[in-house]
């Protein structure tokens, strides 16, 4: 799945990204409840994790205004807080599951799976397609005419950002915070490189450019190839 990690303990961030990412879904990660608002109402995400104490805007806020705005995906929230009340107010509230810290990875796992199977999210696409160029999100592979593309991790997270925001211009830095995660000590000569390296692997010499550079702003996956 494609989920969006909001947690402010960037110890316990990076380990569920880690972990996350060992049982095949990708990943994106903030640290406050803004940024997390931001990143959804922009990406089309199939679960949001959310702490419940965060920064800026709270995990519970943050649930709030996502229901309210229709949003359809998937919510589990994260939190200290164990008792009834708390657990009563974050159902209410919109999320669909629930897990107190600490926890084992093997429950948030578990619980992950069961929404998955529960999870009825008609505007996902599991197999987004440009062209001749086909993304599976579940198995993780990509594909031209059937004949599959090896890419590396990045590249691949690189082009399921693109290919899930087809038309969108992607800021750079959000890239940036998507690709390497907040903290890392990377530039945009990172991101060039990778999108260089991607180019040719996902693009023909006699095709048509699919990624789009928008100078000083960011990147683009032109529409004209999604069906």
């Given at each position: 799945m494609y989920i969006l990690l909001a947690e402010d303990d960037k110890k316990l961030g990076r380990l569920i990204v880690h972990m996350l990412g060992k049982e095949k879904h990708t990943v994106d990660w903030v640290t406050d409840g803004a940024s997390a608002l931001d990143y959804i109402f922009?990406?089309?995400?199939?679960?949001?994790?959310?702490?419940?104490?965060?920064?800026?805007?709270?995990?519970?806020?943050?649930?709030?205004?996502?229901?309210?705005?229709?949003?359809?995906?998937?919510?589990?929230?994260?939190?200290?807080?164990?008792?009834?009340?708390?657990?009563?107010?974050?159902?209410?509230?919109?999320?669909?599951?629930?897990?107190v810290k600490p926890f084992q990875f093997e429950e948030l796992f578990a619980r992950v799976r069961a929404l998955e199977r529960r999870g009825n999210i008609p505007f996902i696409n599991n197999v987004l397609k440009v062209g001749e160029l086909t993304l599976d999100r579940v198995n993780h592979k990509v594909c031209r005419k059937e004949q599959e593309i090896q890419l590396s991790p990045k590249e691949y997270q690189l082009l399921n950002i693109l290919m899930s925001n087809p038309e969108q211009i992607l800021p750079r830095d959000v890239l940036l915070d998507k690709i390497w995660g907040i903290e890392a000590?990377?530039?945009?000569?990172?991101?060039?490189?990778?999108?260089?390296?991607?180019?040719?692997?996902?693009?023909?010499?006699?095709?048509?450019?699919?990624?789009?550079?928008?100078?000083?702003?960011?990147?683009?996956?032109?529409?004209?190839?999604?069906?």
């Open positions: 922009s990406t089309l995400y199939d679960l949001v994790l959310l702490d419940w104490m965060m920064p800026e805007v709270s995990g519970i806020d943050v649930c709030k205004q996502l229901r309210n705005n229709h949003f359809q995906g998937l919510i589990l929230m994260l939190t200290a807080k164990d008792d009834v009340l708390n657990r009563v107010e974050g159902l209410d509230a919109g999320a669909d599951d629930y897990i000590d990377v530039s945009d000569n990172n991101l060039d490189a990778l999108v260089r390296l991607l180019r040719k692997k996902v693009e023909t010499p006699e095709g048509e450019r699919l990624i789009h550079n928008i100078r000083g702003v960011g990147y683009r996956l032109v529409k004209h190839h999604v069906f």
